[in-house]
């Protein structure tokens, strides 16, 4: 069975300083993973996604998340962090080999302090 | 380009009552998904549709939870009678077609309170 962690409830970060969301995960196969962004009242916005190749992948507003094999990681990044950013994060893994539904984590919240 | 849309946003009811939402995907998307989102978790998934079959059920509890996609475009999904533990937030999502590297297009969701 194929499982995510979001070992954080919570991230408090102060605007300008370099954000770090934590995710690992569990398949049997390869991993495709994606991060998901969801604001107040609104549902999941995608934000990026590892599919294959280049362990580090460039997604939406900055955000970038490295690809770690063998720690079975992909963390969410990001160099400077903006006020607006504050929002609930949500990890998810689907196992390239056979039919896999997703499974998201239970999300982190992200909190930007100015 | 529009997105995914869902009806009504908000819905209140006792328990015991029926309810509905409605979910209408963007356009040529295939692939329909309905999940439910408890406070503090992530989505889980209730059904999954191509086009009008539904292909995978197996997490809808079908004693009280139905859908449909009749025309292989919009999707209701229906829950009669409600239990307070149905209370949670329930999102529709499509994609162009099921492949495991696709992302997912999310509407709004519905928050349910079941009083």
């Known amino acids: 069975a194929q499982s995510v962690a979001q070992p954080e409830d919570q991230v408090n970060v102060a605007e300008g300083n370099p954000l770090t969301v934590k995710c690992t995960y569990s398949?049997?196969?390869?991993?495709?993973l994606f991060w998901y962004v969801q604001y107040p009242n609104r549902g999941l916005q995608f934000l990026l996604k590892?599919?294959?190749?280049?362990?580090l992948v460039k997604g939406s507003y900055g955000f970038e998340a490295e690809f770690n094999k063998s720690q079975t990681s992909f963390h969410l990044k990001k160099p400077s962090a903006l006020v607006s950013d504050s929002a609930l994060y949500f990890c998810?893994?689907?196992?390239?080999?056979?039919?896999?539904?997703?499974?998201f984590g239970i999300g982190t919240k992200l909190q930007v302090i100015p | 380009e529009a997105g995914v849309v869902q009806s009504p946003r908000y819905k209140i009811i006792e328990k015991k009552q029926p309810v509905a939402f409605w979910c209408n995907p963007i356009?040529?998307?295939?692939?329909l998904y309905w999940y439910l989102q408890n406070l503090g978790q992530g989505p889980e998934l209730l059904i999954r549709y191509e086009n009008e079959e539904a292909v995978d059920d197996s997490q809808l509890p079908k004693d009280r939870f139905s859908a449909e996609r009749l025309k292989g475009v919009d999707s209701t999904l229906k829950i009669q009678p409600a239990e307070l533990g149905d209370s949670a937030v329930y999102l529709c999502a499509s994609s162009p077609r099921d492949s495991p590297y696709n992302e997912q297009f999310f509407g709004p969701g519905t928050r349910l309170t079941v009083l």
């Open positions: 398949v049997s196969g390869n991993p495709y």
């Open positions: 356009s040529g998307h295939n692939t």
């Open positions: 998810a893994v689907r196992d390239s080999g056979g039919y896999q539904k997703v499974t």
């Open positions: 590892y599919i294959t190749g280049d362990n």
